[in-house]
């Protein structure tokens, strides 16, 4: 299933990433950073929560992010809209966010449920799965699972007549 997840695709993925952990671990030869404990990450609007990330980076001269992995209730929200699942992946060079594990979508009082959900931020379209298995690059994290039956379920709001 398609649907617009019209906030948090519009987003400006190319806008600076701030930051706050309870704990945080530069790991220089592994190029990433590790946070830990209420880890807050915010880009333009769109904010992360989760219990823990790891951010990978490339180091060509100045640090650029690759990659965000969160993990433990994991929640992405803009406007209006908010996702969950139990793993999130913030694919910087393919401008895509990928959630799995019990993904749950709203916006206002339309909801969506299901395993896996791909919002892909260049053309502003998301796809909800019923399983949590796929192509994505999360597939197989640990804490991954289906919801369900493996279908896609939710409510949308009907105008009052």
Request: charged share 20%; no cysteine; net charge positive.
């Amino acid at each position: 299933m398609q649907l617009r997840a019209q906030a948090i695709a519009g987003h400006n993925s190319n806008a600076p990433v701030s930051y706050a952990a309870d704990r945080i671990e530069l790991q220089d030869r592994q190029n990433r950073v590790v946070l830990s404990g209420g880890v807050d990450i915010t880009q333009a609007g769109l904010r992360l929560t989760a219990a823990r990330t790891i951010v990978n980076y490339s180091d060509a001269g100045s640090l650029q992010i690759q990659r965000i992995t969160a993990t433990g209730g994991v929640s992405v929200t803009r406007g209006g809209e908010a996702a969950s699942g139990d793993v999130a992946v913030y694919d910087f060079n393919r401008r895509i966010i990928t959630l799995a594990g019990n993904v749950r979508l709203r916006r206002g009082t339309d909801t969506l449920n299901g395993g896996r959900l791909v919002i892909d931020l260049r053309s502003g379209i998301s796809s909800v799965d019923g399983r949590a298995s796929g192509s994505s690059s999360v597939s197989g994290e640990p804490g991954t699972t289906t919801t369900g039956n493996g279908r896609v379920s939710g409510t949308f709001a009907v105008p009052e007549s």
